[in-house]
């Protein structure tokens, strides 16, 4: 079974930046999709981004297209969100996730989790 660790959440001023890092046990990460979704205080999880498994396929949800960026490392095992021109409302728990198959934009496609990191954006 896949286990995930994120690691690089944190406070940032709005118009920050944050690099946040998923570490995942599996060997056999390269035939997983990776997937960052977040939730909100009394919101819905939703997926943030999420990447094919080589990687050259990638999705975006609307509200973070062109500021995030989804990318992994297949011989580190690892994936990455690059977050740029940070905003109050991307103030989430992000999960990393994984699933075998599915949709990128399904929440219930991921059917391994991460324990989540905080992002809090101050204005």
């Known amino acids: 079974q896949v286990q995930l660790v994120e690691s690089g959440g944190g406070l940032v001023q709005a118009g920050g930046s944050l690099r946040l890092s998923c570490a995942a046990s599996?060997?056999?990460?390269?035939?997983?999709?990776m997937g960052w979704l977040r939730q909100a205080p009394g919101k819905e999880r939703e997926v943030v981004a999420a990447?094919?498994?080589?990687?050259?396929?990638?999705y975006y949800a609307n509200s973070v297209t062109g500021r995030f960026t989804i990318s992994r490392d297949n011989a580190k095992n690892t994936v990455y969100l690059q977050m740029n021109n940070l905003k109050p409302e991307d103030t989430a728990v992000y999960y990393c996730?994984?699933?075998?198959?599915?949709?990128?934009?399904?929440?219930?496609?991921?059917?391994?989790w991460g324990q989540g990191t905080q992002v809090t954006v101050s204005s």
């Open positions: 996730a994984s699933y075998y198959s599915g949709s990128y934009y399904l929440v219930s496609s991921y059917d391994h």
């Open positions: 599996e060997r056999t990460f390269s035939r997983y999709v």
């Open positions: 990447s094919s498994r080589s990687g050259g396929v990638t």
